[in-house]
């Protein structure tokens, strides 16, 4: 699993020479740890006997040879020279850890920023097919939870390749040398009590013990919640022991755990201190009964040695868990980018307006988890009129409009536009006779005229004036520094909610399309006039459909008509009188959006 192919490729994503110094960096202080090592066995040898004859033994396969230079100097000259060495090579050690710690933490980013693209690249083809509304959650799934899993992965795993498993390696070396057998025994003993440890924490028999107490618990609810019924139709008592019984149920369960639980520490304390009472009487019976015993200094490097294992280790082990999970997450992006489904939508045609209808005929659309959004929906919009969407299910009023954008294919029923169904109009000819007012605009970085203008829209100075001017935004705009050539970011904090919106509003007043989608944004109902609103109807007046999310109650009394979806199925469909009169789950929602008084 830790070795599959997606968490294999996604390693790879970046450019290979961006880990070529990461990778020196991590070699090179995998190197130093077994030679700080050494140099600790060294100044032991100096605080004990004192180095006065090379090489210096430091167990039964390790000698160090000296320099003359460094024999000759006193004790205390000797200790201030070893030290030096040390404080150095800890210095490069740290430097070293610096310089891969950046190098991974940022290739892991440009790895993660390049799937962010990917999904992006991949979203807009998708759309095509699916609409953004049916991917949204696999989308949000993906950013929020797989790429951060899958970037702790990564991290994880080129913390641990190559330096982890080399400082493994060079110290199981090392305490080899030092003496063989000490060294087996005490990697022996760490095994046995890593194995314990795996067996007493079984994490599979966690995860079935902790299903069936939610099931237990679900039974639980349902008995108090049937319990009046229940009482009713037999007795309490007959309740009360159903209860009991499962009650008692659980608390077997949880006994159960608990023991398991409670004996996972005591019993991998006791192995590891028995573990380390045996190496101490192993190194005992070498230190009193052999000629060639072991010394403070070769014990000393040993220790170190057999420590530096047992971290290395340890980190490799907490890598296994991690990368699984990076595995699984790099599966989910990859089957996501995947393009196994695509197919090629062939010759298309264009239109030039809309002159009769746009009609939904028993159309159903799931999304990718097979979950309806819409569900045998069938509508007539015709020019001219400005129609209102409102819903339950905000997901499924978006796919509504997103249909209607061309993005998208139901999975039943067609969509057509005058008689030709929207699949076999071509992208560009439905972009130029469809537009959309976000919440936002959208404002994009450009000057006011450009988010104006945009790629497909003509016209000049006085067509933008005129619309800026109906939308009740031209003087604030002008009053910019640079006028209506000032430019503007997504973020930019010289333009509130309402003014971003005007101007996506202005937009298609000067693009005057076929069809205008639009989501109004969440501002406070007002008195005032809604120039925007006007602007809106003025569209319609002169040939437009209209398609609004409201969030005014102006906006639905303004409404030719309102259409009401409960999840994914149509409602019901009127004037906003009408609906208000006839339909409980209309009042509901305009009582949830509307009433002032509503979170009093």
């Known amino acids: ?69 460094l024999l000759e100097r006193t004790p205390t000259q000797q200790l201030m020279v070893l030290i030096a060495i040390a404080a150095v090579l800890a210095i490069c050690l740290a430097g070293l850890l610096w310089r891969n710690q950046l190098g991974m933490l940022r290739r892991s980013r440009l790895v993660i920023e390049h799937f962010h693209r990917q999904i992006l690249e991949r979203s807009l083809v998708r759309a095509q097919r699916e609409g953004a509304s049916a991917q949204r959650a696999r989308v949000q799934e993906l950013i ?54 795996v067996w007493l924490a079984d994490e599979e028999t966690d995860r079935t013990v902790d299903w069936e107490l939610a ?26 022991e159903a209860f009991e019984a499962e009650l008692q149920r659980m608390q077997r369960r949880h006994n159960y755990l608990d023991n398991r639980r409670s004996r996972v520490i005591p019993a991998v304390a006791l192995a590891a201190l028995l573990g380390i009472c045996l190496f101490l009487l192993a190194l005992g019976v070498n230190r009193f ?55 090629d939508p062939g010759e298309r045609l264009g239109i030039t307006g809309l002159r009769e209808s746009v009609d939904l005929d028993n159309v159903t659309l799931t999304n990718d988890a097979g979950r309806e959004i819409l569900s045998s929906l069938t509508l007539r919009l015709q020019p001219r009129s400005l129609v209102a969407v409102m819903g339950t299910d905000p997901v499924s009023t978006s796919a509504l409009i997103e249909l209607l954008l061309g993005f998208g294919q139901p999975c039943g029923g067609g969509i057509a ?89 202005a937009r298609a007043l000067i693009r005057r399309p076929a069809i205008v989608v639009v989501e109004e944004p969440d501002t406070e109902e007002s008195f005032d006039d809604d120039a925007c609103l006007d602007a809106l109807l003025f569209l319609a007046e002169n040939g437009s ?39 409980d789950l209309y009042r509901h929602l305009n009582y949830l959006l509307f009433n002032p008084y509503r979170n009093r």
């Open 1 to 69: 699993m830790i070795f599959s192919g997606s968490f294999a490729n996604a390693r790879h994503e970046v450019d290979g020479r961006q880990s070529v110094g990461g990778t020196i960096a991590a070699v090179l202080a995998a190197l130093i740890i077994p030679i700080l090592i050494v140099l600790m066995g060294l100044i032991a040898y100096v605080l004990a006997p004192g180095l006065s004859t090379s090489p210096v033994v430091l167990g039964r396969r390790l000698s160090i040879p000296l320099p003359d230079s």
């Open 144 to 197: 929020a939870h797989r790429l951060p899993v899958l970037r702790s992965g990564l991290v994880a795993w080129w913390r641990v390749v190559p330096r982890a498993v080399l400082v493994l390696v060079g110290c199981v070396v090392l305490g080899l040398l030092v003496d063989i057998w000490l060294a087996l025994l005490a990697v022996i003993c760490g095994l046995i009590v890593w194995r314990l440890y």
């Open 417 to 505: 536009i005058d008689g030709l169904p929207i699949g076999e109009i071509h992208t560009n000819s439905l972009s130029r006779q469809v537009s959309w007012v976000g919440q936002d605009g959208p404002i994009w970085h450009g000057t006011v005229s450009e988010n104006l203008l945009g790629n497909h829209a003509g016209g000049g100075e006085a067509a933008m004036q005129e619309a800026l001017r109906r939308v009740g935004v031209y003087e604030k705009l002008s009053d910019l520094s640079d006028g209506l050539q000032t430019v503007l970011s997504p973020d930019d904090e010289r333009l509130d909610s309402s003014t971003r919106y005007a101007i996506g509003v």
């Open 215 to 240: 099931r237990s618990q679900n039974h639980l609810v349902e008995l108090v919640q049937k319990a009046p019924l229940l009482a009713r139709l037999q007795s309490q008592a007959i309740v009360a």
């Open 289 to 343: 009964s052999t000629t060639d015993a072991l010394g403070l200094p070769a014990a000393v490097v040993l220790g170190l040695s057999l420590s530096a294992v047992a971290v290395s280790a340890l980190r490799i082990g907490q890598t296994v868990y991690r990368t699984r999970a990076a595995a699984d997450a790099a599966t989910q992006i990859y089957r996501f980018l995947s393009n196994d489904q695509d197919t």
């Open 545 to 583: 459909l209209v398609i609004i999310l409201p969030r005014r109650l102006r906006t639905l009394r303004a409404a030719d008509r309102v259409i009401l979806l409960n999840g994914s199925r149509l409602a019901g469909e009127g004037k906003h009188d009408h609906l208000l009169a006839n339909s």
